[in-house]
Structures are given as C-alpha cells and as structure tokens.
C-alpha cells in the first residue's frame, strides 16, 4: 500500500510524502515469543517538535508540540504534511535534523488463547509496561507512554533522534522532499509471552519496523544486513543494519532493526535510528562499500557499527561495534570474533560476536 501527499509552497516547492511499505521477508520466531495474525494494530503515534541545525550550530524550531500518526484509525491521512506547511526556513543550509518525541500513542488489540486484551486507555511515564494490557472493554483506547516527564527523558524534553545529513540540506533554489516513511517486515505483529512474569498479562503491543520516521528524498531500495552473536546451547542474538536509498543509491536514513520480537534479551543489543554514517569504497550505486554507522540507543547513548556489504556478491563482513556515551566517548567496544565480556553492548556475557553476517537487498515496492 502507498499513499502519497504532496504540498507545494508558493515560494518554494515543498513535497511532503508518506510511504508505507510491507515486505515479506521470512524470518524464525524465538522460542518464547510466538506472533499471530489475530490481531488488530489500529493506530500508532509519536507527538514530537522537529529542528534544524545550521552551519553556525544554531538549532531552528520548525514543528512544535504536533502529534504525527504512523498509523490512523478512521481519519485521513495529512496532518504530517499539514504540520511543515510554511514551517521550514526559507532559505539557508542546514547540517542535522533532530526529532524530540515526546510520547508514543498505541492502540490495538489481541486475541489470546480466546481471551480479547485491549491497550489500556491510560498514560505511562516509566517503561516498565505495567498498565499496558487491558481485558476490560471499557478501559480500551490510546496508550501513552510519556518521554517527556520520564525519569530517562525529562532532562532533554523526550527522546531526541538527531541525525546528521549525509549532504547538507539547502533550502532555497532546490527542491525539499521529506518522506514519511514506514516499512513493516511481515513477522511484525504484536508478541505474545508464554510467561506473564515480565509484562502484565504476557502481552507485548510493542511492533519492531525495518524503519519508520521522517527521511529527506524519495526511498527506492533497501539494504538489510543481519549480524549475530552465538553461545553453545543457546537461540542466537541478532540484530539488522537497515540502509534506505534513493533511486541513484545516495544514502538516505538507517536504522537498526532489532526485529520482531522487540527489545528482549535476543536482540543483539538496543539501537534505533541512524544519527550519522560515514563511507568509504563506495560503489556509485551505493550497493556496495564500507561504512561506520552511528546509531541512537537507550537514553540519549549511541552505539556504532563498523562492517562491510556487497550486494552483488550478496556479502556481508563486521568489523566492531562500539558504545558511546552522551558526549561520543567511547564506553566499550567489542571486535568481531571476540566473545563478550559483559552487558555493555551485546545483552549479556558469554556470547561470540560473528564477522560475516548476511544480506538483502530490494527494490522498494509497495505489496
């Protein structure tokens, strides 16, 4: 399914563009995790501001305060658009974006073993998900976990995704695209624990996209790398590095995707957007190089992933992962083939980190 919007400005052209893409791509599904099709995800939200930064480092406020739906139940689509009409700048060139979410917004539903759990119409400042899963019908509705007054989050007014541009973005005799773009991988619904000793009622609403957020161009091919971590006797840890292209192979956005089972022990470790990327031995179609990729990760840290890919030869090599603190110190660093000494990077101790990992690469089409 696509849907597409545009808007254009009187003084410039401005193109606002929302993507939604399904991919099926099989996968396996962890032991203690099962997803099932009886289920409805009716709606899913992030309220946000979104700023600019300029070559002097000055950050420019260009959305406040607005709610944007990834996801909407019974309304049309356009209040993402609706939210940069005549806000951006201009003119002038801009070196990063940052996205300051200030709550996230679930609504859904799920059938379990022919009981109905309901997302609790209830608001959350802590993230240990204890009001998330309702079977009354009458508490069924929005559930809001707030960044913003967290504990985690309140000092920086919600979770901040920056990112630096690839290429500068230059407002004023050029073109601005902005795409809303959400990619869902088929295994993507909603989890369900076989124990209720972690999440009230065993259910997990949380659903794990290959991307989703706001990239600069038209995305038009996906790059998927899978890396794992082994331990004897034990399921793997796995975690993909995610590259979106445009239809010349100029890099747009990453991410990492931590798949469907979501942030539990079995991900390779917490990541999310990409906040920066540097290349070297690109290829000019951008299928293939090598790269150092910045990713945002729990409480404004990052982690960062050193490797290779070729999607020719349909190859894939790591080199190291690493964690930065707040300031980009490193914290920790773990090589490929070495096995982990603790939880700083990969979640837990004991795990070998392999150096070749797998690749897809695909046309971005909508199924």
Same mark, same amino acid.
């Given at each position: 399914?696509?849907?597409? @919007?545009?808007?254009?400005?009187?003084?410039?052209? &401005?193109?606002?563009?929302?993507?939604?893409?399904?991919?099926?791509?099989? =996968?396996? &599904?962890?032991?203690?995790?099962?997803?099932?099709?009886?289920?409805?995800?009716?709606?899913?939200?992030?309220?946000?501001?979104?700023?600019?930064?300029?070559?002097?480092?000055?950050?420019?406020?260009?959305?406040?305060?607005?709610?944007?739906?990834?996801?909407?139940?019974?309304?049309?689509?356009?209040?993402?658009?609706?939210?940069?009409?005549?806000?951006?700048?201009?003119? =002038?060139?801009?070196?990063?974006?940052?996205?300051?979410?200030?709550?996230? &917004?679930?609504?859904?539903?799920?059938?379990?073993?022919?009981?109905?759990?309901?997302?609790?119409?209830?608001?959350?400042?802590?993230?240990?998900?204890?009001?998330?899963?309702?079977?009354?019908?009458?508490?069924?509705?929005?559930?809001?976990?707030?960044?913003?007054?967290?504990?985690?989050?309140?000092?920086?007014?919600?979770?901040?995704?920056?990112?630096?541009?690839?290429?500068?973005?230059?407002?004023?005799?050029?073109?601005?695209?902005?795409?809303?773009?959400?990619?869902?991988?088929?295994?993507?619904? @909603?989890?369900?624990?076989?124990?209720?000793?972690?999440?009230?009622?065993?259910?997990?609403?949380?659903?794990?996209?290959?991307?989703?957020?706001?990239?600069?161009?038209?995305?038009?091919?996906?790059?998927?790398?899978?890396?794992?971590?082994?331990?004897?006797?034990?399921?793997?840890?796995?975690?993909?590095?995610?590259?979106?292209?445009?239809?010349?192979?100029?890099?747009?956005?990453?991410?990492?995707?931590?798949?469907?089972?979501?942030?539990?022990?079995?991900?390779?470790?917490?990541?999310?957007?990409?906040?920066?990327?540097?290349?070297?031995?690109?290829?000019?179609? =951008?299928?293939? =190089?090598?790269?150092?990729?910045?990713?945002?990760?729990?409480?404004?840290?990052?982690?960062?992933?050193?490797?290779?890919?070729?999607?020719?030869?349909?190859?894939?090599?790591?080199?190291?992962?690493?964690?930065?603190?707040?300031?980009?110190?490193?914290?920790?660093? @773990?090589?490929?083939?070495?096995?982990?000494?603790?939880?700083?990077?990969?979640?837990?101790?004991?795990?070998?980190?392999?150096?070749?990992?797998?690749?897809?690469?695909?046309?971005?089409?909508?199924?």
């Amino acid at each position: 399914m696509q849907l597409i @919007i545009r808007y254009r400005g009187s003084m410039k052209k &401005i193109s606002l563009i929302i993507f939604i893409y399904f991919l099926f791509i099989a =996968g396996v &599904i962890a032991k203690e995790f099962s997803t099932t099709s009886n289920y409805s995800w009716v709606s899913e939200a992030f309220k946000y501001s979104f700023q600019l930064k300029d070559t002097e480092g000055n950050w420019i406020t260009v959305v406040e305060d607005q709610t944007y739906y990834i996801i909407k139940e019974g309304r049309h689509f356009g209040d993402f658009e609706k939210d940069f009409s005549g806000s951006l700048p201009e003119s =002038g060139t801009y070196v990063s974006g940052r996205m300051i979410a200030k709550s996230w &917004i679930v609504k859904a539903w799920v059938v379990d073993n022919g009981k109905i759990w309901y997302t609790n119409n209830t608001t959350n400042n802590s993230f240990d998900y204890q009001t998330f899963a309702t079977d009354d019908e009458s508490k069924y509705g929005e559930w809001t976990l707030d960044f913003e007054s967290s504990e985690e989050f309140k000092s920086t007014g919600g979770m901040i995704f920056e990112q630096n541009f690839y290429t500068p973005l230059v407002i004023g005799d050029e073109d601005v695209i902005f795409t809303g773009l959400n990619i869902s991988d088929l295994n993507d619904g @909603i989890s369900i624990t076989t124990g209720a000793d972690k999440w009230e009622h065993g259910i997990y609403f949380e659903k794990e996209r290959l991307f989703k957020g706001l990239i600069r161009g038209v995305p038009k091919k996906i790059i998927r790398i899978n890396y794992s971590a082994t331990m004897t006797d034990r399921e793997s840890m796995t975690g993909d590095v995610v590259m979106i292209l445009d239809k010349t192979g100029k890099f747009l956005d990453g991410n990492f995707y931590r798949g469907h089972k979501g942030d539990i022990p079995r991900t390779l470790m917490y990541a999310s957007r990409t906040s920066d990327v540097e290349f070297s031995n690109l290829s000019s179609n =951008g299928l293939s =190089g090598n790269f150092k990729m910045t990713f945002n990760a729990k409480k404004n840290t990052y982690r960062v992933i050193e490797g290779s890919f070729n999607c020719n030869y349909k190859t894939a090599s790591l080199i190291k992962i690493q964690s930065l603190d707040t300031d980009l110190n490193i914290i920790s660093t @773990i090589k490929a083939g070495d096995v982990s000494s603790d939880d700083k990077i990969l979640q837990g101790s004991g795990w070998n980190l392999n150096e070749s990992g797998s690749i897809t690469c695909q046309e971005l089409t909508n199924d």
